[in-house]
């Protein structure tokens, strides 16, 4: 039903890129070099000048064959360089150059040329090395509304993602925006993409959707129908990050999570954006979210979190109530934390103390 074999190459190559080189190498050799070039060359786009990846000793691929200027590398320090997190100089990183003699244009127009040459090299090797950027600016960038006039989400994204910027993390989001235009929408998914430099970037509509890209595989289906929710979760889960930027009806949100969360990782965030709508009767909301709101929903998890101060301490707890570890709010957005809640509650005798 979903295409798991699009993660074959790009899962376990994020896995290994922080890992020593032999366990490099050897993942490269398991998936084939020509695979992982593909994945790298995938990842990087088009550029000005020719880029020969090397392993063992062999090319194992080129870009743009027909450009004058040669960089060479090697392919473990290239998926280093998008991946991992070694800043270090790239050991094998060669460039060669067409003929330098002097032309008609004299020795002006030799060191203007050299400009260029430069600046094309450079911008190949930014791409290979990517530098963080904030989810402010990316959010800018690729045209999505966490940053706006409509909200300011990307400061609390950054602040609750920061420890998982640079983790082999799979994101699920659901809503890929453009509404029924098959060929619109993405731009959060390719945020995601750029800020998860080692994430597997999921995106679900209920419209088909086109959008494609290194790291990214938009899925159609319905977040209302909790039965393929779960088998969603099954095959292309755990995640580590679920977003909810789907409809935003009151009633898909709870079935969302009720379906989702137990395949989010523990240590991960499920996040529910525009919890506006919770106050909004046209959406299912209420002015003072009572329980079968998204709101409503959200405030029992802060009775879930405490629930061993009420009645017995010890009594048996729902899951949610075990496995929720921490909530955060923020003006219309909620993050929901994936955790072991086993704390007891407090001493039978502080009970009436006073």
């Known amino acids: 039903m979903f295409d798991t074999a699009r993660w074959t190459v790009p899962a376990p190559l994020l896995q290994a890129a922080t890992a020593g080189r032999d366990l490099l190498d050897d993942t490269i050799r398991r998936l084939t070099p020509a695979a992982v070039t593909a994945e790298v060359l995938r990842e990087i786009g088009d550029h000005d000048v020719r880029l020969d990846l090397r392993f063992d000793g062999h090319v194992t691929g080129h870009l743009r064959t027909d450009a004058d ?9 290239a998926v280093r360089g998008l991946y991992g997190d070694d800043e270090r100089p ?14 008609e244009r004299g020795v ?12 094309s090299v450079q911008e190949l090797l930014t791409a290979l090395r990517p530098a963080r950027r ?26 609750h993602f920061a420890r998982l910027r640079t983790a082999p993390v799979k994101v699920l989001e659901i809503g890929i925006g453009g509404y029924g235009d098959p060929n619109s929408g993405g731009g959060s998914l390719r945020m995601w993409q750029r800020y998860f430099r080692r994430g597997l970037i999921h995106g679900l509509d209920i419209a088909r959707k086109t959008v494609t890209g290194p790291r990214i595989m938009a899925i ?34 709870r079935i969302s999570f009720d379906a989702l969360f137990p395949h989010v990782r523990n240590g991960g965030l499920y996040v529910v954006e525009d919890l506006q709508t919770a106050y909004w009767p046209s959406w299912g909301g209420h002015p003072e979210t009572p329980p079968h709101t998204s709101m409503g929903m959200l405030k029992s998890f802060v009775d879930g979190l405490n629930r061993a101060e009420v009645g017995d301490p010890r009594g048996e707890r729902s899951y949610l109530e075990r496995n929720i570890s921490g909530i955060s709010f923020h003006h219309n957005i909620a993050f929901v934390e994936k955790g072991l809640n086993a704390e007891e509650g407090g001493p039978a005798f502080l009970r009436t103390f006073y």
């Open 134 to 159: 904030d989810l402010g600016e990316l959010a800018v960038e690729f045209g999505t509304d966490k940053w706006g006039d409509l909200h300011w989400y990307a400061q609390h994204y950054e602040r």
């Open 69 to 77: 200027v040669v960089v060479t590398l090697d392919l473990a320090d």
């Open 220 to 253: 159609q289906g319905d977040q209302s129908d909790p039965v393929f929710l779960d088998r969603l979760g099954r095959e292309l889960g755990p995640f580590d990050v679920v977003v909810d930027d789907g409809s935003h009806l009151n009633d898909h949100v």
């Open 90 to 103: 790239w050991p094998s990183l060669a460039v060669t150059t067409p003929n330098p003699d002097l032309d």
């Open 108 to 119: 002006a127009g030799w060191f203007h040329s050299r400009k260029g040459l430069a600046q």
